[in-house]
């Protein structure tokens, strides 16, 4: 798309793209049933990096979904024991023992119910119906509401009133295309020296390990410490504190400031570095060709493969490579996704009970950040006669 501007400071992209990506999945949340396979396409996909504020991110416009959360990782060992662990330290390093807490962006309270652990009062927004019927099922307190400018966030029945004493909001900020004004409308329900957490995809974790697969038409920005330090200045946040989680995950605390950084004071002499993503177009070429070696070598052997993963990586990988094409089936715990059809390869995905019925002899997983935890399961669910193997970087282990 011509005309488009930076979704953070509004400085107009530039016509040359970083890099262009082909045939990628229209999105990883929508995925198509059977009847809807027909007419799911692989899109193309042009990656930018603003020249004022430095912000990596795609051109075109967001999914129909971004103002909702459909998590799957809520269900892991993993990320329940992550968000245990930073709610300790937020609530800790900054005295909310019995405060007030809203989560924006709380899908179906897979993360509420873990904060609910400790003593806050917690409470969350989100965007989708049904997600909101869920969590309210759960005993949580939840209601239909999206974080925009100028909005009260406060469910309509008035049981719960801001403003608030801090804010979350997980992995939702690079879905945002504008993510300045989300932001604004928790600083304007926070009180005077409300705090937040905010974690997003690290754009710097993508670079180091090469995994052009972590790309994805969902997540519209690819953040820095550096960018996203900018976007919540813009805000009127100044951060605190910043740590890795996870490995790939860029966790911030910030805090309300009393008078906003001016956008102007902010851009006056920045001068972003240039991202190079020559590492990223080489690695699809090399995992292009690793995969296409091992499907080929399968082949011979009249061995069958499976995936694991119906991640936004394996959709990206089974769109863009060989592998889409050779393998039987996705696994992927998360029942919502159990049914459907991977975006643009249309590789069935299926339940763990289904390798019972229509076994293979490899197993690929494609969850990066959650492999020990699944091959541990396959081990304890498969025995051992299935071979895993493993997306490591820009190459292929066995395990």
Not at 42 to 64: I, N, R, Y
Not at 122 to 139: D, H, T
Request: proline share 5%; glycine share 8%; hydrophobic share 35%.
């Amino acid at each position: 798309m011509k005309d488009r501007n930076c979704i953070v400071c509004g400085t107009p992209l530039g016509e040359m793209p970083l890099m262009t990506l082909e045939h990628m999945p229209a999105s990883a949340q929508d995925i198509p049933s059977e009847e809807e396979i027909e007419n799911d396409k692989g899109v193309t996909l042009h990656l930018h990096q603003c020249e004022t504020c430095g912000l990596v991110q795609f051109d075109c416009q967001p999914v129909a979904y971004y103002k909702d959360v459909i998590r799957s990782g809520g269900f892991t060992t993993t990320m329940v024991e992550l968000r245990r662990s930073q709610y300790r330290h937020f609530i800790e390093t900054f005295h909310l023992e019995g405060k007030k807490l809203i989560e924006a962006g709380c899908g179906q309270g897979e993360f509420l119910g873990v904060l609910n652990e400790f003593p806050v009062m917690a409470c969350g927004i989100e965007q989708r119906e049904s997600l909101v019927q869920s969590a309210r099922e759960k005993g949580l307190a939840v209601w239909n509401q999206f974080a925009e400018e100028g909005a009260v966030l406060e469910p309509e029945d008035g049981s719960i009133t801001g403003p608030y004493d801090g804010f979350l909001s997980f992995n939702f900020l690079e879905h945002q295309p504008s993510p300045v004004s989300m932001l604004r409308c928790l600083a304007d329900n926070l009180t005077e020296a409300g705090v937040g957490l905010i974690t997003v995809p690290s754009l710097e974790y993508i670079l180091q390990y090469d995994g052009y697969y972590e790309l994805i038409r969902d997540h519209l920005a690819y953040y820095t410490f550096d960018t996203l330090k900018f976007a919540v200045e813009e805000a009127g946040f100044e951060v605190l504190e910043e740590e890795i989680v996870n490995r790939d995950t860029l966790s911030v605390f910030v805090r309300k400031t009393a008078k906003p950084v001016a956008s102007e004071t902010a851009r006056q002499g920045r001068k972003p570095e240039k991202i190079d993503v020559s590492g990223l177009i080489e690695s699809q070429t090399l995992i292009g060709r690793e995969l296409e070696n091992m499907t080929r070598t399968l082949k011979s052997q009249g061995k069958r493969l499976a995936l694991w993963g119906a991640s936004h990586q394996g959709f990206t990988l089974a769109a863009t490579t060989e592998i889409g094409r050779f393998a039987e089936y996705i696994i992927d715990s998360a029942p919502f996704k159990q049914g459907k059809y991977a975006p643009a390869s249309h590789l069935p995905i299926v339940s763990p009970e289904h390798y019972k019925k229509d076994p293979v002899e490899v197993i690929l997983i494609v969850a990066p950040g959650y492999t020990s935890e699944i091959a541990g399961a396959i081990g304890e669910k498969f025995g051992g006669d299935v071979e895993i193997m493993a997306l490591k970087s820009n190459h292929l282990e066995r395990i």
